[in-house]
């Protein structure tokens, strides 16, 4: 940045310090920036799939655990309708 103020050959401090917030500036600008979605609604949509997995994962793992075949059956039923 130093370089590109020197070449204008500012006349003082003040100058200078001028210079130097506009080439600032520019580099800010220069950057190519994503504003078209913002990145906190693609966090809640992963999130909400994650507990969306996380809740088949429980009941998955509660009709394992259930002893008797009717209700496993029942249980599995019930997470499958929820998929839809």
């Known amino acids: 940045m130093a370089t590109l103020v020197a070449i204008q050959n500012p006349a ?19 950057t190519e920036h994503d ?3 913002p990145k906190v609604e693609d966090d809640i949509e992963k999130l909400s799939k994650q507990f969306e997995q996380m809740a088949l994962n429980q009941v998955n793992i509660m009709a394992a655990l259930t002893t008797n075949p009717a209700e496993r059956k029942v249980t599995i039923l019930k997470a499958n309708q929820g998929k839809n």
């Open 12 to 30: 003082d401090l003040d100058a200078a310090i001028t210079q130097a917030k506009i080439v600032e500036a520019g580099r800010y600008y220069a």
């Open 35 to 37: 504003f078209s979605k």
